[in-house]
């Protein structure tokens, strides 16, 4: 099949690098897949880097959708696209646009667990433009039932995939990330990866280190990621005499090196109807860390709580801190937890099952 991929944002995240992984493992599966997204975006110059071919277009502007739509159109017609594969609200409407008139078939990913329809655009759009929708989980396709009306035969929901861990590097990634934060073997590395932004809980994560660190002293938190919350986590933690406990590393582009540095990964979303299936996580599991993280959206899929982490209510910092110290202080749990987290991911979360499930779709999509 020849397949474009499309993803409208100005960030680089878990939605975006999805979309990476998962235009890697269709090619490898023999298909001609391209990516769009704005120029200069992080995720045309790692496409690019993987051998991707690339389609630059400026995403901005609602004024400009059906422009954008136009666009899209002129190159589904001279590449062949058999599917549009859109990835987030404004390439979701302009793909749609873009593929009427010609032999591509739409089809829309869902990301979160909010409506995707706010306007007689996207009711015509996602009744009329969208052959099918893939959710992440559970609770994404159940918002598409009941709040957007969108048939239930029209979902399917795959699960994200992420490639393993890179075994053979680990050992020498571990010691140069630890060396980087300045921190010896012996202390344990609680991983966090995420937009500093409400929905991910940080505030939440904060408090139950500074719990954590009543009873324990030979743990860091290294928060990865930027945001618009970043001045006011930092002065939290200083509030909090924290300074000793936690790194906040930035955005960083190198998360192969920085997951086998962690001793344990810690998610701390909150129910705000955001967090469908975080990718963060899924790297923790292919990785094979313990997991302590809260029970919202698509996480209690990812995590078996007791046997590869646990799963602890959002906004409660002294449950998210227990979870902590249970591992903190327990090698062997941690050991035993790490193992059942890596057989969680290679049985359901490897990339190359989410691509065949993802081929599947299209197939069926392309004979209706």
């Not at 059906?66 to 549009?84: K, Q, T, Y």
């Amino acid at each position: 099949m020849n397949i474009l991929l499309t993803n409208s944002t100005d960030i680089f995240a878990g939605g975006e690098d999805y979309v990476l992984i998962l235009a890697r493992y269709l090619a490898r599966r023999g298909h001609a897949v391209f990516v769009s997204a704005n120029p200069g975006h992080l995720l045309l110059r790692k496409s690019s880097d993987a051998g991707l071919k690339t389609i630059p277009v400026s995403y901005v502007g609602m004024n400009r959708v059906f422009e954008v739509g136009r666009e899209l159109r002129a190159h589904m017609r001279s590449l062949n696209i058999d599917i549009v594969h859109s990835h987030a609200n404004y390439d979701r409407t302009a793909a749609a646009i873009g593929a009427m008139g010609t032999r591509a078939r739409h089809v829309a990913g869902v990301h979160s667990s909010h409506s995707i329809q706010h306007n007689i655009t996207h009711w015509i759009r996602n009744r009329y433009g969208t052959r099918h929708f893939v959710a992440d989980a559970d609770s994404v396709r159940d918002v598409l039932i009941r709040e957007d009306r969108i048939p239930g035969e029209k979902i399917t929901i795959i699960p994200i995939g992420v490639e393993p861990g890179k075994g053979e590097h680990a050992g020498d990634w571990r010691r140069e990330i630890r060396r980087e934060l300045g921190i010896d073997e012996k202390t344990i590395l609680i991983g966090n990866v995420a937009r500093l932004v409400e929905f991910k809980g940080h505030r939440v994560l904060l408090d139950a280190a500074s719990l954590l660190a009543k009873q324990c002293s030979n743990f860091v938190v290294a928060i990865v990621g930027d945001g618009e919350l970043l001045d006011t986590l930092k002065a939290q933690a200083q509030r909090l005499n924290l300074d000793p406990h936690v790194r906040f590393l930035g955005f960083r582009d190198d998360l192969e090196k920085l997951y086998p540095a962690f001793d344990i990964y810690c998610h701390s979303s909150l129910e705000m109807a955001e967090e469908a299936f975080p990718l963060a996580i899924l790297r923790a599991l292919a990785e094979g860390l313990p997991v302590v993280c809260t029970n919202v959206g698509g996480i209690a899929a990812m995590v078996n709580d007791g046997t590869s982490g646990y799963l602890k209510p959002p906004d409660n910092p002294g449950a998210l801190a227990e979870g902590l110290v249970a591992c903190v202080a327990d090698s062997n749990l941690r050991a035993a937890m790490g193992s059942a987290s890596r057989a969680i991911f290679d049985r359901q979360y490897h990339a190359d099952i989410m691509a065949k499930r993802m081929e599947q779709v299209y197939e069926t999509v392309l004979k209706a």
